[in-house]
């Protein structure tokens, strides 16, 4: 294995600056792409009350002393998300954010605990106007860094190419024979078929066990068969996610039992998480109260809810959203085999 170099050294900022370079130019176009549409650039605050809620969402906390010299918990965002909205609610149609996030336990060749989120928001828009969106961005990176092939190891995917589009369900039943819908209640406030799913997971060879949830379930089959066949030659949009998979997401309006929610997918590597957002502050508290119990159960601990965004909930028009990993997007573009050779300053050594 080749040993770790600092990324200061001469020969590997070299190495990696004309990927930087097709950073900044990607970022450019897609400013531009995006005023050009009539959106609006915001910056959002990174210390927010609550970090988000849901169960496996870890984030970084602070404790800053304000003016008063009084110490109070804040957290370093993992998403621009609620302050967006709030700026939906505040009349805001159409705004899009460049934002440094935050997410612990986080790292690896596709994983960093800071990166960079490209968010975007539109007011009175159905959410697949955002899938349109995702293929005009995939489109336009590739332009901007001149390539006709994202890349990720020995896999490639035609960045003009039209997303497929599939339903969890369709996933589900093309590579683990399991029928997802069947497990799902009418009323997604109820229980899902947990041994139902288990059965039909053992029988597709994935290992399932006693403790498991229905929800563990189901990530170990997406994990296993569904998304290391997604975006294989082309961008995939695996789409319509259990409503209980789906804490911030509307339900869809022709099947309760599933979400306005989908991912884009490019080479095995999921690349983008949108929903058709749910403005029901009260439906919104009571799954916040199921992901924070289930996060307290798994991880010991909890996040505060933000009232002020719930407050806002209500205020909020229909409105569709989305988050994208901006260095995944250069990295898929650039062939680049880590997600540090696309940052200008990585926190670790070259290589970890």
């Known amino acids: 294995m080749k040993a770790a170099s600092s990324w200061w050294d001469r020969a590997a900022h070299a ?6 370079l097709a950073r900044n130019a990607v970022k450019r176009a897609i400013r531009a792409h995006f005023e050009a549409d009539g959106f609006v650039e915001v910056e959002c605050d990174a210390l927010q009350v609550s970090p988000g809620n849901e169960t496996h969402l870890h984030a970084l906390a602070a404790t800053p002393i304000g003016a008063d010299g009084v110490a109070e918990t804040r957290f370093l965002h993992t998403s621009p998300e609620f302050a967006m909205k709030k700026l939906v609610a505040a009349g805001e149609e159409k705004i899009f954010d460049f934002a440094r996030v935050w997410r612990n336990r ?12 490209l968010e975007w928001y539109r007011a009175h828009a159905p959410y697949e106007t955002l899938m349109d969106d995702c293929a005009d961005l995939m489109r336009l990176t590739a332009e ?13 995917a035609d960045p003009f190419a039209t997303p497929e589009r599939i339903t969890c369900a369709e996933a589900f039943a093309r590579h683990a024979g399991i029928d997802l819908l069947a497990t799902l209640p009418e009323d997604p406030t109820l229980e899902p078929d947990r041994d139902r799913l ?14 498991d949830g229905w929800s563990d379930v189901f ?4 994990a296993e068969r569904i998304e290391p066949a997604l975006g294989d030659g082309r961008p995939a949009i695996l789409m319509e996610y259990p409503s209980r998979e789906a804490a911030l997401a509307r339900p869809s309006p022709h099947d309760a039992r599933v979400a306005e ?9 999921e690349l983008a998480n949108a929903f058709g957002e749910l403005t029901d502050p009260v439906e919104q508290r009571r799954r916040f109260g199921l992901e924070m119990a289930a996060k307290e159960t798994i991880w010991g601990e909890r ?5 002020d965004f719930l407050a806002a909930l209500g205020a909020m028009p229909p409105t569709s959203g989305i988050a994208l990993g901006f ?11 880590r997600i540090d050779d696309v940052k200008w300053a990585p926190a670790r050594p070259l290589g970890l």
């Open 15 to 20: 190495d990696r600056r004309p990927l930087l």
């Open 261 to 269: 929610r989908f991912e884009l997918w490019v080479c095995g590597v």
């Open 219 to 222: 990530s170990r089959v997406l």
């Open 106 to 117: 986080e790292g690896g060749p596709l994983h960093a605990i800071e990166f960079t989120m």
């Open 144 to 156: 901007t860094v001149g390539t006709r092939e994202f890349r990720r190891r020995d896999r490639s």
């Open 303 to 307: 996040y505060p809810i933000d009232e």
């Open 198 to 211: 288990a059965a039909g997971a053992r029988a597709a060879g994935i290992r399932v066990s006693d403790d």
């Open 327 to 337: 260095d995944r997007l250069v990295m898929l573009a650039t062939g680049a085999p």
